[in-house]
């Protein structure tokens, strides 16, 4: 069965670093989308992808955060630097352009920031 | 902008009880409504979706959700409940063909 998949599952690092997450989707899903869920909340929404081009990057930390998907198939999130309060699940998910609703989500990469 | 409220954080039961798991949203226009599931150690997955035509959807292991338009509810429903059903369940809504806003979650924790 088809996952999304992502790295590292766990990142621990100290303030002012940086760090990056990789996702790669579904083949074939043309949209991506990165998450970040913080213990006791839900996921929140940080950027859109469809195919290459952002749709929505409304609620990413621009000052700190970056986000691309060159190819239109995997992408990368990146912190620079990292701060305290990015502690935090990171998930990727992605769907079919076709089968509205139905989100594939990988399993995270949990980020910690001492 | 949608939001969507998760009125119960945690949720014991005993295995074999009926539950629910209430959800309300926050829209001025029309919305599509969904419920993920998150078991432990495992990504999240689409259990259910409310989209247009009936109020009530189901999924394939016996949960069940009821679009209410008057009361913007969307609950979640199971009769009775497996130990397997121990999980995180996230109620999410959308105004249009992209963005998904979730709720809190709320944890179900089914006992023997």
């Known amino acids: 069965e088809a996952e999304v998949a992502q790295s590292p599952r766990y990142k621990i690092t100290e303030k002012s670093q940086a760090v990056a997450f990789w996702c790669d989707p579904i083949s074939g899903h043309a949209t991506l989308y990165w998450y970040r869920q913080i213990l006791g909340q839900g996921p929140e929404l940080l950027v859109q992808f469809q195919d290459e081009s952002v749709v929505d990057d409304s609620q990413l930390p621009k000052d700190r955060f970056s986000a691309e998907r060159l190819k239109g198939v995997d992408s990368t999130l990146k912190i620079q630097p990292a701060e305290l309060g990015d502690s935090a699940m990171y998930l990727c998910a992605s769907r079919d352009r076709l089968r509205w609703g139905e989100l594939f989500f990988g399993e995270g990469s949990r980020l910690t920031v001492l | 902008a949608q939001s969507v409220t998760q009125l119960d954080s945690q949720v014991p039961v005993f295995e074999e009880a009926p539950v629910e798991l209430r959800c309300n949203y926050s829209s001025s226009v029309s919305v599509y409504l969904f419920w993920y599931v998150q078991y432990p150690n495992q990504g999240l997955q689409l259990l259910l979706k409310?989209?247009?035509?009936?109020?009530l959807v189901e999924s394939i292991n016996g949960f069940e959700a009821e679009f209410n338009k008057s009361q913007t509810s969307f609950h979640l429903r199971k009769p009775s409940v497996h130990i397997s059903d121990t999980a995180e369940y996230f109620c999410?809504?959308?105004?249009?063909?992209?963005?998904?806003?979730f709720g809190a979650g709320t944890r179900l924790t089914v006992k023997p």
């Open positions: 409310y989209l247009s035509g009936s109020t």
């Open positions: 999410a809504v959308s105004e249009n063909n992209n963005d998904m806003r």
